[in-house]
């Protein structure tokens, strides 16, 4: 079931992938995607006086929230809107935010208001965009990581900070919009997706039910690249998952020149003999650089030979004993953060450059979700060449480039035609689960099917950590 509300440019089906997953829009978001074929939607009842009923599925991000305003007398997605999470300010990371709502009970209902104001702002959006009254809305789905889950729900999630990371609750919840300060139509009700465990929450429920991986045959692996990382791998219907935190690295954040993929943000970055070549969002002035940029850049400084394997940018000195071209050893200096590249000369403001600690920092996320999938893939007793597929899933994976992000060895060196993107499947799951009864039962299911393993607690864990975070010579 292919969704009408936005043009796609990859020209109807992928011949590669067989999923459509990229429109093209003004702000480059990441929008909702695909309903696999087979989804077969409970249809919400007309109402009485002829207007439509309206539903909002909403994926809580620890970056970004998104929100999907559904037609669901007609089945038909409406619009999509995303915002930074508000609570960023007080930790761009889960962990930040758990300590920061451990200090005072007032920290916490501060955290649970910004993301409830968050969505309302999101279907004032709507309202003003389509003239939808609030008492439309008789439906909301929520998806996120747990935290992200405790928190919208006004529930500590200090038992997230320690071992055992047990979560306050992990079946699904339902509520009242009243009841959770939304507003929306009086008696409508919203549902929150289940948890798996204390860091693999529902946002990878979402995944696991819009992929469909659990009915696919063979070895694939689905990954939900954000801050927090989460990974699925199944055989022939057998799942197990786990959360590694990958960190904000790519989605913008801790990176010196870092920032959310909108207008002016380097999202490619070449290097053709002496040139640097990046690509801008909207082709304008770059003020920055987003996820995708800085894997490419990563990527194309390793081929340069201006990163070794280690992670350490060489000084321009070096660069030209090695016979890096002058012309890119020109772009190697020593800045406050240690040396830098220089992806972008600005004549009236800052060069837009790459810092080692941004290097440290990709080495860090990388290391840790690769880490996460080797241990997974021994739990499960499989190999890496029998890997048949491996699903990218999230904002960033969506628009990252397959051979960069296999060059600095964030996942198992397999076949480029191996790897799709699948988008914001967390969020097609949460519409899944808006538009069929059916589909949020079956997505508790699969919640108490999946076998999950606290990476934390693993023994080997650390130790393919700290290989993986080495780039592949």
């Known amino acids: 079931m292919w969704l009408e509300s936005q043009t796609c440019i990859g020209g109807g089906r992928c011949h590669e992938c067989g999923r459509c ?9 990441s929008k909702l995607l695909f309903l696999p074929d087979d989804f077969n939607p409970q249809q919400e009842p007309a109402q009485t006086d002829g207007r439509s009923k309206y539903g909002v599925a909403f994926d809580i991000g620890t970056t970004t929230v998104v929100g ?19 609570q960023s300010t007080y930790g761009a990371d889960v962990i ?61 999630p200090s038992t997230l900070a320690l071992a055992p990371f047990e979560p306050a609750f992990s079946g699904p919840v339902e509520k009242s919009a009243v009841e959770l300060g939304l507003t929306m139509n009086e008696a409508a009700k919203v549902y929150v997706l289940p948890n798996i465990a204390g860091h693999v929450g529902s946002d990878i429920v979402g995944v696991i039910l819009a992929s469909g991986i659990q009915e696919l ?16 791998l199944s055989d022939n219907g057998r799942m197990l998952v786990c959360s590694t935190a990958a960190g904000p690295a790519f989605e913008g954040a801790r990176i010196y020149q870092g920032m959310r993929a909108a207008k002016g943000s380097i ?36 081929d340069a030979g201006i990163i070794n394997y280690k992670g350490n940018i060489l000084s321009g000195e070096d660069a030209v ?3 890096i071209h002058s012309e890119l050893a020109e772009r190697l200096r020593k800045g406050k953060n240690g040396n830098e590249f220089v992806l972008a000369w ?13 290097i440290r920092e990709v080495q860090l996320a990388k290391g840790a979700v690769y880490g996460g999938i080797i ?38 060196n397999v076949e480029e035609n191996k790897i799709s993107h699948i988008g914001n499947a967390a969020g097609v799951g949460a519409c899944m689960a808006l538009l069929s009864e059916t589909e949020r039962i079956k997505a508790y299911v699969q919640s108490e099917d999946a076998e999950h393993i606290e990476l934390a607690l693993h023994p080997d864990f650390q130790r393919e950590y700290i290989n993986a975070m080495y780039f592949p010579k």
């Open 267 to 302: 999202e490619g970055v070449s290097i053709e003999e002496e040139n640097v070549i990046i690509k801008v969002i909207e082709n304008t002035e770059p003020i920055g650089i987003c996820g995708s940029g800085l894997i490419d850049a990563v990527a194309v400084m390793l």
């Open 21 to 29: 997953n990229r429109y093209e829009t003004t702000n480059r978001k």
């Open 68 to 86: 999907m305003l559904w037609d669901l007398t007609n089945t038909r997605l409406v619009d999509v809107t995303s915002r930074t999470n508000p």
């Open 96 to 156: 930040s935010r758990i300590t920061y709502s451990m200090e005072s009970q007032e920290h916490l209902m501060l955290l649970r208001d910004k993301v409830r104001t968050c969505l309302n702002e999101m279907i004032a959006e709507f309202h003003t965009r389509h003239l939808i009254e609030p008492a439309d809305i008789f439906k909301a789905t929520v998806v996120g990581n747990t935290t992200m889950s405790h928190l919208f729900l006004g529930l500590s």
């Open 346 to 358: 600005k004549e009236a403001e800052e060069d837009i450059v790459i810092t080692q600690k941004d």
């Open 217 to 232: 045959s063979g070895v694939r692996l689905a990954i939900d690249i954000g801050t927090n990382g989460e990974i699925v």
């Open 321 to 323: 004993k090695q016979g």
């Open 375 to 412: 241990i997974l893939m021994q739990c499960l007793g499989v190999s890496l060449s029998q890997l048949e597929e491996i699903m990218l899933a999230g904002a960033f994976g969506s628009y990252i480039n397959k051979k960069s992000i296999l060059r600095i060895g964030m996942l198992p």
